[in-house]
């Protein structure tokens, strides 16, 4: 097996995550669930190296410890649940934010601003826009970036259901093209569209695989309480991707 | 408004604010006469009057308010806050508290007396005191709002430290009279001893400055983001307190406590030019240096004995309460 992209050797934060160990190879484009709590940003946010965390992780088979700061920037891109922003920059700006480790050259901006339909609102201040439309906004900083490890936590849950398909199509053209994409979920049923699940439960992997293998009835029963034929019922409502 | 209009209109209301700290006081100059002073020519009062008086003054005053207005923008940056300001982690009141303390000692020593240097120096020490425990106190992770407690509860502890010494010396009237001076800040008797001690280390100050408004920029938008983008957080995060500390320090140890001018002049430019680091950061270093000289010459032009520090506050106070009443 080549270099993976991420890799992951019992990787803990202190009352948040225990000892997880994966390896996630260029191409893969990799769903994240778990109940509230689990530790799916937490464990996004280490692998980002944005938290103090105990393990090894390495990027493309470097430790991360070794990677300057700036490298990190174009090779990693991270989406945070949160996204507000205190200053009123308009949006164009905070999209090129994704340039500062290329020393702020602006190709890709307005590209990845079309690919998250934000083209119109580019010079409206990024304090005006509504919740949805600023995770759009933090998504296409991301784009802007053109790391080829994305990691988004959450990024769809406050879009619309337009967007969100255009998000989740964004992120299988990324992994087509090569990129390793981790998209953190709360619906089930949109993770059966990935090519490999995460199922995290109080701090701990507890599934990891292709969907069909990993989210059974008895996993999900035991990780989210919830029966599974209620999950299994509605995958086929979802629209072609 | 176009920021490319920015530092011509900023150039121009700094030499304005400049010119006519030179011009009036007591003895009233026509711009002519001032120009020629600067020269060395002209008659000997007017000579030395702006030679020795003002220009010392001026010089003072612009590099307080540039050291200000610049620490205002960095202190906003780095807590997300608009509202934050340069005396915030408690540095002005440690700057202040260190001269009071010398002022209450004085009388007994006759130290202050001794040296021109042992305020300033005093007032240095007490700013960089208070930064430091500061500092420590919130090292471990260091988070934002952790550092931000640490301010409010060090800035009650070295102000009631300060309330302290002033009420023990209640009647040391001349004492009294100086302990105000650090309270209120004020630029009068600075001579070119001040300009030595606060103006060259403050210009290096904001020129070390500069070149981080583009981090700035990223830091303004989010810790995690901007370290995700390629930013070394820790690393600016430590510049940026070093130096607006820095610059806060050396500004109350030649002007004292001035408030105000780090919260509003960056927020009025952020409003009218928008909030681009590499721009609000020397806009707000020229902005700071007119706002200075201007309110200063309000202390001069009516002499009731308005303090600087009073009148920053006169002008920056309703503006204060009209920024929390705006929609934001």
Redesign the interface.
Known sequence: MSTPALHASNLSVPGRLEAVTLDLGPGELVAMVGPNGAGKSTLI?AL???LPAHGTIQWNGQPLSHI???????R???V?QEA???????VR??VA??R??WG?DPSGVAEALAEVDLGFLADRPV?RLSGGERHRV?LA?ALA?QAPIQLWDEPVAQLDVRHALEVMRLARRLADGGGTVVVSLHDLRAAYRFDRVLVLDRGRLVGDGPPHGVLTADLIREVFRVEATFVESLVPELPGA | MKPRLAVPILVALLALAFLASLAFGELRLSFGQVVSALMGGGDDIARTVVRDFRLPRALVGMAAGAALGASGVVMQAFF???LASPGLLGVSSGGALGAVAVLALAPATGFAAATLWALPAASVVGAFGATGAVLMLAQRGAGTERLLLSGVALNALLGAGTSFLLTTTAGHFEVNAQILFWLMGGLESRSWEHVWMGVPAILVGCLLLLPLG??M??L???E??A???????RRLRRQLIVLSTVLTALATAVGGIIGFVGLVVPHML?LAF???HRRLLPYSMLGGAAFLLACDLVTRTFPIGLRLGVVTALVGGPFFLWLLRRP?
């Open positions: 946010q980002a190296g944005l300057a700061a700036a490298e990190r920037g174009r990693l891109a991270w945070g507000h922003f205190e200053f009123a920059f308009p700006e905070v934010q994704g500062y480790a702020d304090t933090a900083r970036t | 997300r806050n608009p583009r981090a920029d990223l303004s938008l989010g995690q983001s370290q995700s983008l390629g930013v070394d957080v952020r928008g909030p681009d934001r």
